[in-house]
């Protein structure tokens, strides 16, 4: 099962704490583990929300929104893509990451589209 890890900062999370943070594990190390046995296969920083464009379609016409286009406590960092063969699995992989000890860390598995299916089907 593939799962989408999406890497939160929270800064304003009061359980946070200093010693979360100094505690957390070395992200080259992560990258050298899941990366090195093929759990991970796809992710990389994000740019700040600043610089993140809103894209919608409204009566026909696209709308384009510079900077956030949601009011969050939580920012999005980066991703990784990770295959687990089930949710423990997954938990596991994601409490090692550093940004689980330092912010937070979303864990989402993936839904395959059925394209070969009926239409609306997924």
């Known amino acids: 099962m593939r799962y989408l890890m999406l890497v939160l900062s929270t800064p304003d999370d009061p359980d946070l704490t200093d010693a979360d943070a100094a505690g957390a ?4 190390g992560w990258v050298d583990r899941y990366y090195g046995d093929g759990t991970a296969s796809a992710g990389d920083r ?17 709308l384009v929104t510079d900077g956030p286009f949601a009011e969050a406590k939580e920012a999005i960092g980066g991703f990784d893509v990770i295959e687990a ?38």
């Not at 938990?91 to 239409?119: K, T, Y």
């Open 25 to 28: 594990p070395s992200i080259q």
């Open 46 to 62: 994000l740019r700040p929300p600043e610089d993140a464009v809103g894209v919608r379609v409204r009566s026909g016409k696209v």
């Open 85 to 122: 063969p089930d949710l423990d699995t997954a938990i596991v992989v994601a409490s090692e990451h550093p940004m689980a000890h330092a912010g937070a860390i979303e864990l989402r598995p993936v839904w395959p589209l059925d394209l070969d299916g009926p239409a609306g089907t997924a």
